[in-house]
């Protein structure tokens, strides 16, 4: 029997062998974003493919997903077929090839020297001129310096045939002045689009860390396989968002709800559906365990007993790694001179076109004239102004290859001394990224609030210990159990959960924390909602917060007025609906209109379905109020002496629309924070609605036809013992 179960077993295992050449042999398949559920931290991405497949069994390569994507959520569902095996293993994949960097540089510093070339020509023709402009006839020489000497002869005839020669050089060499200075600003301008396409591969590593995922799926029979590919990724949130309009001819209000969504996950997501949720994925689902609190004193410490000589532990060898290959090695060699390179031309081009310029012609120049590659420049036994040149057939050995200049050398260059400056050594290679490690709970998967140093074994924890205060018990407490939660089987699994870090992580401000009191996990207080948008919505991966429609809401209300004139002597519309949606309204900011026209700003509070919804509509200058306050004070007592101050309060309410309104007016009564003082009321006028409370606040509810002015009156009297200063 049991040799019947063994081959049945054998027939049943799937004929596919998951190696190392199993991605040359998958087959590639293109699976877009479907559809993507928002939460207040995270965002569930579900990818959707239904390639056409033969039957039997098949390797796909899905489409690479972020670095940062938790690995443990990665989940593949197939329709039709048997998913065998689903690998989801973080790589590496290549942003630019070494051979495209490599060309921008070369023509990058080529265009250095077609500037440095420029400007020596510059300096030539600039210091040809200035010597033409020094050249003129000298006058004849003085009678009383001329004793014994003959008049030297006077050639009115060659000066002119010379001054026309040197005025003819003049006007050549400013023409070819004008010719190179067009000539530079061109090339300046294509030397700055250079420069920023350096900068660009100097943004960020030369490879992006990637989860590849790779699927053997079984099928029966041939056609299409709808496969649902689905994880979950960090740096997503979102937040609610209202717009309210008060229709007062139709005594209505539309509240249109949208969700500002915000995600830097590394991906974007184009024409997506997309659900806003207020739930917390990966919680806990198991009840937390309590530790034992035991508190005692350090004289109840009873010593442990420990070995004078153990016997020596085992030996372990370390796990195999994989070792570098000659054409790693060659690789990392390239990618390295490629980053000093790209560092040495950042700060060369931080300090612009001309400062650039001059750099490359001080190291071309220093090259040059080791090799004796530059001649006819300042020549004494030259011909004539112009008939040198510069000659530069090689870049020298190396890019960061310096030379010691002769000094004859020096003085041949016509290199302006504030341009020259001298090779600098290239700087060092920049240190790896080490991203710092997130742990993850066993049960949600969640990752960890922050990562535990290391902690020693909690036997080679000195006596002292106990005797410090109960903070630091309880960090020594978790240390030790973190050391001991990360040993054997517990540390294999919590690495595989450990989620990849992007070489260019997110900003911190878009991390979301569940201590922001206006994320939608934080005002929903503990219900879970999902909220559907009503069209396809398209979320950049760029941090920004886009405005997502939800739904539109429309309510029939009633409206009255609210005022604290002691306060502000302002009336502010508002109205109070019952909530008939079967979601709840989160609590968020929220713009009001009336009639269409932008009035103000406000905030609308968490109200479940079927609760009372308070809706702000703004304030309302045709409702207006003046409040008056008149105190008058006495001395009372013979011997005891009181003072008395007796506070009549006035307010005048006035309707000056052109229809009857309500309007609830509060005020507030003072209180005593003294057995000495004393607070009496001694009339209201009208009787106040309600109060007062046990705050002091009176309401008084009015209604006020067109055009009507109401007055409110009330006063109290307060008693202290004389010459007391009063405060509040």
């Given at each position: 029997?049991?040799?019947?179960?063994?081959?049945?077993?054998?027939?049943?295992?799937?004929?596919v062998?998951a190696?190392?050449?199993?991605?040359?042999?998958?087959r590639?398949v293109?699976?877009?974003?479907?559809?993507?559920?928002?939460y207040?931290?995270?965002?569930?991405v579900?990818?959707?493919?239904a390639?056409?497949?033969?039957?039997?069994?098949?390797?796909?390569?899905?489409?690479?997903?972020p670095?940062?994507?938790?690995?443990?959520?990665?989940?593949?569902?197939?329709?039709?077929?048997?998913?065998?095996?689903?690998?989801a293993?973080p790589?590496?994949?290549?942003?630019?090839s070494?051979?495209?960097?490599?060309?921008q540089?070369?023509?990058?510093?080529?265009?250095?020297?077609?500037?440095?070339?420029?400007?020596?020509?510059?300096?030539?023709?600039s210091?040809?001129?200035?010597?033409?402009?020094?050249?003129s006839?000298r006058?004849?020489?003085?009678?009383?310096?001329?004793?014994?000497?003959?008049?030297?002869?006077?050639?009115?005839?060659?000066?002119?045939?010379?001054?026309?020669?040197?005025d003819?050089?003049?006007?050549k060499?400013?023409?070819?002045?004008?010719?190179?200075?067009?000539?530079?600003?061109?090339?300046?301008?294509?030397?700055?689009?250079?420069?920023?396409?350096?900068?660009?591969?100097?943004?960020?590593?030369?490879?992006?860390?990637?989860?590849?995922?790779?699927?053997?799926?079984?099928?029966?029979?041939a056609?299409?396989?709808?496969l649902t590919?689905e994880?979950?990724?960090?740096?997503?949130?979102?937040?609610?968002?209202?717009?309210?309009?008060?229709?007062?001819?139709?005594?209505?209000?539309?509240?249109?709800?949208?969700?500002?969504?915000?995600?830097?996950t590394?991906?974007?997501?184009?024409?997506?559906?997309?659900?806003?949720?207020?739930?917390?994925?990966?919680?806990?689902q198991?009840?937390?365990?309590?530790?034992?609190?035991?508190l005692?004193?350090?004289?109840?410490?009873?010593p442990?007993?420990?070995?004078?000589?153990?016997?020596?532990p085992?030996?372990?060898f370390?796990?195999?790694?994989?070792?570098?290959?000659?054409g790693?090695?060659e690789?990392?060699?390239?990618m390295?001179?490629?980053?000093?390179?790209i560092?040495?031309?950042?700060?060369?081009?931080?300090?612009?076109?001309?400062?650039?310029a001059?750099?490359?012609?001080?190291?071309v120049?220093d090259?040059?004239?080791?090799?004796?590659?530059?001649?006819?420049?300042?020549?004494?036994?030259?011909?004539g102004?112009?008939s040198g040149?510069?000659?530069?057939?090689?870049?020298?050995a190396?890019y960061?290859?310096?030379?010691?200049?002769?000094?004859?050398?020096k003085?041949?260059?016509?290199?302006?001394?504030?341009a020259y400056?001298p090779?600098?050594?290239?700087?060092?290679?920049?240190?790896?990224m080490?991203?710092?490690?997130?742990?993850?709970?066993?049960?949600?998967?969640?990752?960890?609030?922050?990562?535990?140093?290391?902690?020693?074994?909690?036997?080679?924890?000195?006596i002292?210990?106990?005797?410090?205060?109960?903070q630091?018990?309880?960090?020594?407490?978790?240390?030790?159990a973190?050391?001991?939660?990360?040993?054997?089987?517990?540390?294999?699994?919590?690495?595989?959960?450990?989620?990849l870090?992007?070489?260019?992580?997110?900003?911190?401000?878009?991390?979301?924390?569940?201590?922001?009191?206006?994320?939608?996990?934080?005002?929903?207080e503990?219900l879970?909602?999902?909220?559907?948008?009503?069209?396809?919505?398209?979320?950049?991966s760029?941090?920004?917060?886009?405005?997502?429609?939800?739904?539109?809401?429309?309510?029939?209300?009633q409206?009255?007025?609210e005022?604290?004139?002691?306060?502000?002597?302002?009336?502010?519309?508002?109205?109070?609906?019952?909530?008939?949606?079967s979601?709840?309204?989160?609590?968020g900011?929220?713009?009001i209109f009336?009639?269409?026209?932008?009035?103000?700003?406000?905030?609308?509070?968490?109200?479940g379905?079927?609760?009372l919804?308070?809706?702000?509509?703004?304030?309302?200058?045709?409702?207006?109020?003046?409040?008056?306050?008149?105190?008058?004070?006495?001395?009372?007592?013979?011997?005891?002496?009181d003072?008395?101050?007796?506070?009549?309060?006035?307010?005048e309410?006035?309707?000056?629309?052109?229809?009857?309104?309500k309007?609830?007016?509060?005020?507030?009564?003072?209180?005593?924070?003294?057995?000495?003082?004393?607070?009496?009321?001694?009339?209201v006028?009208?009787?106040?609605?309600?109060?007062p409370?046990?705050?002091g606040?009176?309401?008084?509810d009015?209604?006020?036809?067109?055009?009507?002015?109401?007055k409110?009156?009330?006063?109290?009297?307060?008693?202290?013992?004389e010459?007391?200063?009063?405060?509040?």
């Amino acid at each position: 029997m049991s040799m019947l179960w063994s081959v049945a077993l054998l027939l049943n295992v799937p004929n596919v062998t998951a190696g190392p050449d199993l991605v040359d042999q998958a087959r590639m398949v293109e699976a877009p974003i479907a559809q993507v559920t928002v939460y207040s931290d995270r965002a569930r991405v579900r990818r959707k493919a239904a390639p056409n497949l033969p039957a039997g069994i098949h390797t796909l390569r899905l489409p690479d997903l972020p670095g940062a994507v938790l690995l443990d959520t990665v989940r593949v569902e197939a329709a039709a077929g048997r998913v065998l095996r689903v690998e989801a293993v973080p790589v590496e994949r290549e942003r630019f090839s070494i051979e495209q960097v490599e060309k921008q540089l070369d023509r990058f510093e080529g265009l250095a020297d077609r500037l440095a070339l420029l400007d020596a020509e510059r300096a030539v023709v600039s210091l040809e001129l200035s010597l033409l402009a020094g050249i003129s006839p000298r006058p004849p020489v003085a009678e009383k310096e001329r004793v014994g000497r003959p008049l030297p002869p006077i050639l009115p005839e060659v000066w002119r045939r010379v001054l026309d020669f040197l005025d003819q050089r003049a006007r050549k060499a400013q023409e070819r002045l004008r010719v190179l200075d067009v000539s530079r600003r061109e090339l300046a301008e294509e030397w700055e689009k250079a420069r920023r396409e350096v900068e660009r591969f100097n943004l960020g590593a030369f490879s992006d860390q990637k989860v590849q995922v790779l699927v053997i799926l079984e099928r029966a029979e041939a056609g299409p396989a709808p496969l649902t590919l689905e994880y979950f990724a960090p740096g997503a949130a979102w937040w609610p968002a209202y717009d309210l309009d008060f229709l007062a001819d139709q005594g209505q209000v539309t509240l249109s709800i949208a969700g500002q969504v915000q995600q830097a996950t590394g991906e974007d997501w184009n024409e997506v559906e997309l659900e806003l949720s207020t739930a917390i994925p990966g919680q806990r689902q198991d009840l937390p365990e309590l530790l034992t609190w035991a508190l005692g004193e350090r004289k109840e410490f009873i010593p442990r007993v420990m070995a004078a000589r153990m016997p020596p532990p085992p030996q372990m060898f370390p796990p195999p790694s994989p070792g570098t290959t000659t054409g790693q090695a060659e690789r990392l060699a390239r990618m390295e001179v490629l980053h000093n390179r790209i560092q040495e031309l950042a700060n060369i081009s931080a300090r612009g076109a001309d400062q650039a310029a001059a750099d490359r012609l001080a190291w071309v120049a220093d090259v040059s004239l080791l090799g004796g590659e530059i001649s006819g420049l300042g020549d004494a036994e030259g011909v004539g102004y112009g008939s040198g040149g510069v000659s530069l057939s090689g870049r020298g050995a190396g890019y960061y290859k310096s030379a010691e200049v002769r000094p004859e050398a020096k003085k041949m260059a016509p290199v302006p001394k504030s341009a020259y400056q001298p090779p600098r050594a290239p700087p060092p290679p920049p240190q790896p990224m080490k991203p710092a490690p997130r742990t993850r709970s066993r049960a949600s998967g969640a990752p960890a609030a922050m990562s535990m140093p290391s902690a020693p074994p909690a036997e080679s924890m000195p006596i002292e210990a106990a005797a410090d205060d109960g903070q630091e018990r309880l960090i020594a407490r978790e240390q030790v159990a973190a050391t001991t939660a990360s040993t054997g089987k517990d540390r294999a699994e919590r690495v595989r959960r450990t989620a990849l870090d992007l070489f260019e992580a997110p900003p911190s401000d878009l991390r979301a924390r569940f201590s922001d009191p206006t994320l939608p996990a934080v005002v929903a207080e503990g219900l879970d909602f999902v909220y559907k948008s009503s069209t396809r919505a398209s979320i950049p991966s760029s941090g920004e917060r886009l405005r997502v429609p939800l739904a539109v809401e429309r309510f029939a209300v009633q409206t009255f007025y609210e005022a604290t004139p002691a306060l502000m002597e302002t009336a502010y519309l508002k109205a109070t609906v019952k909530n008939q949606g079967s979601r709840p309204i989160l609590r968020g900011p929220m713009n009001i209109f009336v009639s269409g026209d932008f009035s103000g700003q406000g905030e609308l509070a968490t109200t479940g379905p079927g609760g009372l919804l308070a809706l702000p509509l703004g304030a309302d200058e045709d409702i207006r109020f003046k409040r008056k306050v008149v105190p008058a004070t006495e001395v009372k007592g013979v011997f005891s002496k009181d003072e008395v101050t007796t506070y009549q309060v006035t307010i005048e309410v006035g309707n000056y629309k052109k229809r009857a309104v309500k309007v609830a007016v509060y005020d507030v009564l003072p209180k005593s924070g003294h057995e000495k003082i004393e607070i009496e009321k001694l009339s209201v006028s009208p009787v106040a609605s309600k109060g007062p409370d046990a705050d002091g606040v009176l309401r008084w509810d009015l209604d006020l036809p067109a055009g009507a002015t109401r007055k409110i009156e009330f006063s109290y009297r307060v008693t202290r013992p004389e010459n007391w200063q009063l405060y509040q």
